[in-house]
């Protein structure tokens, strides 16, 4: 029996993909395969938020999953729409890495050194709606591509193959803001001049985290007998990761936000409690709506529900009023 994993074809997809594979096939003691499915967000251009947001890099999977041209997809957990998918199941959420965005700028700056007027790229409304509010002096453009095109846009990166300045493609903005996860994953930390803490930018809900998902028959049960791939897939998974990107997933839903609404979601488990922190902010950044909340019921309802509680405290303080919570 051989595994066949869907992934995107972009290199940080097929990295995180294969890394997945790769373990899979460690604890499953099967062969394994990866099959290349082409995305809307693969093919458009123009704004991911005009696009739809970044649910354009999931369907696909999804459709390739139901017509059994894969057994398993893995996603960038951010990347998932919070309503449920007929038929699939996120099988296992394997051990989050670093969360935090950073940033990656000209002469090792940080933000808090840009000059003003710099000019910083992000496809993110989220990541730039709080570019705004901590440094308004800045110009935060909307930018497309991969990590690596991303990254050559900023002079002097380690790793960039010109320093030729062109407009839109090259050396030509002063810094870009990127995730760490993603970063860590291709090996090209050595780009990045700030890490970002959370109470200067909250990261998207279920950044850092891969979600491995299935046709709801392959998924690990509750109850029963289960086949070979199930229990692998159930090694993979890591409980304290599932509570939190639960808990911020969670406030994304309750908020009816869509993927292109600027709120960022972090939570996390200490000891017998489970945290979350949330925040809404203006895409202009000149307004800023922070809530957070704790919990000590460590399950999947527990989580939910705390997320839940989350997204109401930030509707009483006018999180619909300050933003397009139903940016698509």
């Known amino acids: 029996m051989t595994i066949r994993i869907g992934t995107r074809a972009s290199k940080l997809a097929l990295t995180q993909t294969q890394q997945t594979a790769d ?15 082409k995305t809307e967000g ?17 369907a696909a999977l999804r459709d390739a999953l139901l017509a059994e041209t894969c057994d398993v997809a893995v996603h960038s957990l951010k990347d998932l729409p919070t309503g449920a998918a007929v038929g699939l199941s996120i099988a296992a959420t394997p051990k989050r890495v670093d969360v935090r965005d950073v ?26 709606a709080q570019l705004r509010a901590a440094r308004p002096d800045i110009e935060v453009l909307d930018i497309r591509g991969n990590v690596d095109t991303r990254l050559g846009r900023v002079p002097g990166l380690p790793g960039n193959v010109t320093d030729e300045v062109v407009p839109g493609k090259s ?4 810094a870009v803001v990127l995730a760490a996860a993603g970063l860590e994953r291709m090996g090209r930390l050595d780009t990045v001049s700030e890490f970002f803490e959370t109470d200067v930018m909250l990261p998207a809900p279920g950044q850092g985290a891969l979600a491995i998902e299935c046709r709801t028959e392959d998924a690990p049960q509750l109850e029963g007998s289960q086949g070979v791939l199930a229990q692998a897939l159930a090694a993979l998974n890591d409980a304290d990761t599932r509570l939190a990107v639960t808990a911020e997933r969670a406030v994304l839903a309750r908020l009816e ?14 000891g017998s409690m489970l945290h979350l922190e949330a925040v809404v902010c203006a895409v202009d950044g000149t307004k800023t709506v922070r809530e957070k909340k704790a919990t000590d019921g460590l399950t999947e309802v527990g989580a939910t529900l705390l997320g839940i509680e989350v997204a109401e405290l930030l509707l009483a303080a006018g999180a619909a009023e300050i933003a397009d919570l139903a940016a698509s």
């Open 171 to 174: 050396c030509d903005l002063d």
């Open 23 to 37: 373990q899979l096939a460690a604890v499953g003691g099967f062969p394994v395969e990866l099959v290349h499915i």
């Open 103 to 128: 940033l990656c700028a000209r002469d090792g700056l940080t933000l808090a050194e840009l000059p003003g007027g710099a000019k910083v790229g992000t496809g993110s409304p989220r990541r730039a």
């Open 257 to 270: 936000a869509g993927c292109a609404a600027p709120v960022g979601a972090y939570a996390f488990r200490k």
């Open 42 to 58: 693969d093919v458009k251009t123009g704004s991911l938020s005009q696009m739809g947001g970044t649910g354009v890099f999931v």
